[in-house]
């Protein structure tokens, strides 16, 4: 089983809409959680963070958190055309050196 | 520099010849890593350095690749003997803290080789 996984998509949402991006993650001692956006050809930059179980709200963006089902999850309203890229779950492995385990990503497309 | 730099951005080299990579951290971040990330695919984790202490070389994919960091600065990803499955974006990033729940990550904006 992976570490975090996501669905690969392709996602496609069209603009105004609610897009909706889901990761799980296998360690239950996990304390954060990150969303990191990238754009083709670009590096990933962070857009959110979460820790503690339930919703954190950032302008049109939620994270939600259930540390008991182990997931996390995206939320982006009135998703515009911008917001067309890959979104990676990132995931702090309790012991682990490298402390953050990423996600291979959900590609996201908004359709004007 | 405000951010993360690496360099060069673009590399082309042949099949069979050593490459080296480079990354400036963030100024006063500890933390350092490497990531290779294939066309289309996820982050793959290479290398972690913390300060002074030993790296964590666990995602380094053969003994081809190896890296270095002096201190709290610059490092070198350096590829012997290169492969085509070698070709990949490779990212550097940084982070200020680690033995912190929070560990935001800065990344640089990648050296994308190619190898022919």
């Known amino acids: 089983q992976k570490e975090v996984e996501q669905n690969s998509g392709p996602l496609s949402v069209p603009e105004g809409a609610i897009a909706s991006l889901n990761c799980t993650y296998s360690d239950r001692g996990s304390q954060s959680f990150f969303w990191y956006r990238q754009y083709s050809g670009k590096s990933p930059e962070l857009i959110m963070f979460i820790y503690s179980n339930g919703d954190k709200e950032d302008g049109r963006f939620t994270a939600q958190l259930n540390k008991a089902s182990q997931y996390v999850s995206l939320l982006i309203r009135d998703s515009q055309p911008s917001d067309s890229a890959t979104y990676l779950c990132a995931v702090n492995i309790p012991g682990s050196a490298r402390q953050l385990t990423f996600g291979s990503g959900t590609q996201l497309t908004v359709l004007p | 520099g405000a951010g993360v730099s690496q360099s060069p951005s673009n590399k082309v080299t042949e099949k069979g010849k050593d490459v080296e990579l480079r990354c400036d951290p963030i100024s006063g971040h500890t933390a350092l890593y490497w990531y290779r990330q294939r066309l289309g695919q996820g982050l793959e984790f290479l290398i972690y350095?913390?300060?002074?202490?030993?790296?964590?070389k666990s995602g380094l994919p053969s003994d081809r690749f190896s890296a270095e960091r002096t201190g709290e600065s610059v490092s070198t990803l350096t590829i012997q003997r290169t492969q085509q499955e070698d070709s990949a974006v490779y990212l550097c990033?940084?982070?200020?803290?680690?033995?912190?729940?929070?560990?935001?990550?800065?990344f640089g904006p990648g050296t994308r080789l190619t190898v022919l």
């Open positions: 990033a940084s982070s200020t803290r680690q033995f912190s729940s929070y560990n935001e990550q800065f």
């Open positions: 350095f913390q300060g002074n202490s030993a790296p964590d």
